[in-house]
């Protein structure tokens, strides 16, 4: 039998151990959550909160109670839009990725 880990825990080392999948993952959360893939894009946001910057860091960051966190980033969560940016304002800070909008002409 061979010996595999899990998904999710694979995932989360990956993140930990490679800052460019962590700055890509972020970047396909926000398209998923553009593009109407709300659950995926929340799912992918919390494995980053559970693999760098920990609930309880975010919650200090954000004045959010970590309960509220977690029910704002599970599989169906439904965060107002003031605090999902809020959110991921605290997740950028941590990637250290500089937000940026371009504008279409």
């Not at 999710?8 to 930990?16: F, M, P, S």
């Not at 993952?25 to 995926?40: F, H, I, K, S």
């Not at 894009?41 to 760098?52: E, F, I, K, P, T």
């Amino acid at each position: 039998m061979a010996l595999t880990r899990e998904y999710k825990e694979t995932v989360l080392a990956r993140i930990k151990r490679d800052p460019e999948f962590a700055r890509a993952l972020y970047a396909e959360a926000v398209n998923a959550l553009m593009e109407g893939e709300t659950d995926e894009g929340l799912s992918m946001l919390r494995d980053l909160v559970h693999a760098n910057i920990t609930f309880k860091e975010l919650s200090r960051q954000t004045g959010f109670g970590e309960k509220a966190l977690h029910r704002m980033l599970s599989r169906h969560g439904n965060p107002t839009t003031r605090n999902l940016f809020t959110i991921t304002k605290a997740i950028c800070e941590d990637l250290g990725i500089k937000s940026s909008v371009m504008l279409a002409t």
